[in-house]
């Protein structure tokens, strides 16, 4: 993306360490998403992607090392003040509210905002993206197939117009069309103008459409750069294109 060295960090991560009881899932990581960045953090099951996302939601709290969103660190901020702030994530399962209708998601999605017309105005716009779920207004998100759960997810999550949007693993146990349009609607969402942090296992539909990513092995980040350059990088092939 031009002009993305110069964008102000929107949230900058040192050090961080996270575990699970005598399990250290995170040992000691860096990573920064810029103001208008679509940043893709790979690797395969089970190297912490998922323990990164929820220490950055405040879910987890960290061992050691900072959180840093908007200039300020997060520790001591709970998941309401930083959803307040602009912090939106789509969690990996969806985490639909399955008794609730598809239009009472959406107004989920935004119950920190107080501006009705707007979020009249944001759920016709989520239908545009969405055309089945409006189709399906009214009908129990638990009744949804797996991909129209992650549309829903999606769709709440930017209802609370977020500053980052954060996506864990959006393509998982979907059909091949179902992950075709869930990343197109990523690239959309990217393209205009809203921030993003895309965790992923299938790593050459993230780093295609990502301006950087970083690639997370044991805890670790083993590599990171641009993401044509990754998608390059013989050792990314080797190990998750399968080239």
């Known amino acids: 993306m031009s002009g993305a060295a110069v964008n102000p960090v929107l949230l900058q991560v040192k050090g961080l360490e996270v575990g699970y009881g005598a399990i250290q899932a995170v040992k000691g990581i860096d ?23 929820k220490a950055i939601t405040g879910s987890l709290p960290p ?12 520790r ?3 998941a309401w003040d930083l959803v307040r702030k602009g912090l939106a994530m789509v969690p990996e399962g969806r985490g639909v509210f399955a008794r609730m209708s598809i239009h009472e998601n959406l107004l989920m999605g935004a119950y920190a905002r107080r501006d009705k017309p707007g979020i009249a105005a944001d759920i016709e716009r989520a239908f545009t993206v969405f055309p089945r779920l409006k189709e399906r207004r009214q009908q129990l998100a638990g009744t949804l197939s797996g991909g129209e759960q992650q549309m829903l997810a999606m769709a709440r999550a930017l209802m ?21 349009k869930i990343f197109e609607v990523v690239r959309d969402v990217s393209a205009q103008g809203t921030t993003i942090l895309l965790v992923e296992q299938n790593a050459s ?9 970083y690639v997370m092995e044991s805890g ?10 990754l998608l390059r990088d013989g050792r990314v092939q080797a190990a998750y294109l399968g080239q």
């Not at 980040?221 to 350059?229: H, K, M, R, T, V």
């Open 160 to 180: 609370s117009r977020p500053k980052l949007l954060l996506l864990d693993e959006p393509s998982m146990g979907l059909s091949p069309l179902m992950v075709d």
């Open 76 to 78: 001591g901020q709970g």
């Open 31 to 53: 990573l920064e998403v810029r103001e208008g960045e679509l940043v893709c953090l790979i690797g395969s099951n089970g190297a912490g992607k998922t323990t990164v996302m």
């Open 220 to 229: 670790l980040i083993g590599l990171s750069g641009p993401a044509d350059e």
């Open 205 to 213: 539909r993230a780093l295609d459409i990502a301006d950087r990513g």
């Open 63 to 74: 061992r050691a090392g900072q959180i840093d969103y908007l200039g300020a660190n997060t």
